[in-house]
């Protein structure tokens, strides 16, 4: 089956988190989809780096340097937009793995901050966008960890239970509204950053989550689910996706080589 051209009206792509990883991965499959990508993440100069390698492949992408969680940016970034029409909410990360006896309040905090409340502050700012476009989809990238807790991930896994909460409630309340809500939940993916953001640039630390694990995830086999689940015709839901690497059978049992 061929996927479905994105039509004229619905032709903007909004990938937060651009920067790096799963959400650069998704911008450019989404550019290359056909897609007008508006990339934005914090760092500036990452966003705009991006945007001038697909322009200048051909592809038509712009950049914003935006915030998720601060609701007065988020709010004027989306006065640019009348209609668009995808929206991945990709914005977010894991903070320390501390266990719940020692955890530190303030990292909780901001990854609530970040995964669930900066999805809901770019959601609600262009949900009038992406109704408008009368062909809408939003994609939350959710987590393994929002279906199933570890040892020293709460913080996290409650983050990112509350984000699939998000997603799932969202499609019940704009059933029969032409918007499609597509939740992507990756186990393990190795991307550049993310353990390495998580132990507060610890490379040793980061490493290890990997250690010994043939083939992770890559941002790219995320960013295919991604791609894939957007240009499913408009009457085709995907409503939920868990895409996990062979080795990792869940949250806690992964195969790793000796
Ligand atoms: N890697 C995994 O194993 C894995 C597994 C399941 C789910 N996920 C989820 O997938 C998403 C992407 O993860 P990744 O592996 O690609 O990690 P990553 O490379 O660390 O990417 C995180 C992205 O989020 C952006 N970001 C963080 N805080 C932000 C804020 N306040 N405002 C705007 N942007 C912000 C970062 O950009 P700036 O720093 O430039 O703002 C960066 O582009 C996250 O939601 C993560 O929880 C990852």
Redo the contacts with the bound molecule.
């Keep these: 089956m061929t996927a479905a051209a994105p039509s004229a009206a619905s032709r903007i792509a909004v990938v937060?988190?651009?920067?790096?990883?799963?959400?650069?991965a998704t911008a450019r499959r989404l550019a290359a989809e056909g897609y007008r990508v508006v990339l934005?993440?914090?760092?500036k100069d990452?966003?705009e780096a991006l945007a001038e390698e697909l322009n200048a492949a051909g592809h038509s992408a712009t950049s914003y340097a935006?915030?998720?969680?601060e609701r007065g940016a988020v709010d004027q970034f989306a006065t640019a937009f009348q209609t668009i029409g995808v929206l991945v909410n990709?914005?977010?990360?894991?903070l320390g793995a501390d266990p719940v006896a020692t955890g530190d309040p303030d990292d909780w905090r901001r990854m609530y901050?970040?995964?669930v409340l900066?999805t809901l502050n770019v959601t609600q700012a262009l949900l009038p966008a992406l109704t408008a476009s009368g062909d809408g989809t939003v994609v939350v990238?959710?987590?393994?960890?929002g279906f199933a807790t570890y040892e020293g991930g709460a913080g996290?896994v409650a983050a990112?239970h509350a984000e699939h909460v998000l997603a799932e409630t969202l499609r019940l309340e704009i059933v029969g509204t032409p918007v499609r809500v597509i939740e992507i939940?990756?186990?393990?993916?190795?991307?550049?950053?993310?353990?390495?953001?998580r132990f507060d640039g610890d490379t040793e630390k980061a490493a290890k989550v990997y250690e010994g694990v043939a083939e992770?995830?890559t941002?790219e086999d995320?960013a295919d689910t991604i791609g894939w689940a957007i240009t499913r015709p408009s009457h085709v839901n995907i409503d939920l996706m868990v895409v996990r690497p062979r080795a990792q059978a869940s949250n806690t049992k992964v195969h790793r080589e000796k």
């Design positions: 937060t988190g651009a920067s790096s990883g799963i959400g650069a934005t993440a914090r760092r990452r966003i935006l915030d998720v969680t990709n914005a977010g990360g894991a901050e970040t995964n900066g990238v959710s987590s393994t960890a996290y990112k939940a990756p186990g393990m993916v190795k991307t550049d950053e993310f353990a390495l953001t992770p995830l941002a995320v």
